[in-house]
Nanobody, 121 residues
Framework: QVQLVESGGGLVQAGGSLRLSCAASGSISSIRYMDWYRQAPGKQRELVAAITNGGSTNYADSVKGRFTISRTSAKNTVDLQMNSLKPEDTAVYFC???????????????WGQGTQVTVSS
């Protein structure tokens, strides 16, 4: 069974840091890209950061210079280092990945269950 499992959310004061991790497991041949989304109460889910299989990254303007996405290909994991956190970063953060599965070698989109990040002022 293929799944994405997130960890690392929590409560932090403004200006603090948190690190989120997401591990993909199952019959995975390769990972095309992995990314992090977030959804605050009453708002739409938005892309925070993305990283391709080749290591190219993309960030939302609101987190540039503060967040860093990284991958460990051998472990099928993606991390999101979040520094200088602001109250407006409060949201549920979701890991997402486009996975190529065995034995079909077809790609599918998967989501994690979400992890809460709360930044107090």
């Amino acid at each position: 069974q293929v799944q994405l499992v997130e960890s690392g959310g929590g409560l932090v004061q403004a200006g603090g840091s948190l690190r989120l991790s997401c591990a993909a497991s199952g019959s995975i041949s390769s990972i095309r890209y992995m990314d992090w989304y977030r959804q605050a109460p009453g708002k739409q889910r938005e892309l925070v950061a993305a990283i391709t299989n080749g290591g190219s990254t993309n960030y939302a303007d609101s987190v540039k210079g503060r967040f860093t996405i990284s991958r460990t290909s051998a472990k099928n994991t993606v991390d999101l280092q979040m520094n200088s956190l602001k109250p407006e970063d409060t949201a549920v953060y979701f890991c997402h990945a486009d996975l190529v599965l065995l034995p079909t070698l077809r790609s599918y989109s998967y989501w994690g269950q979400g992890t809460q990040v709360t930044v107090s002022s």
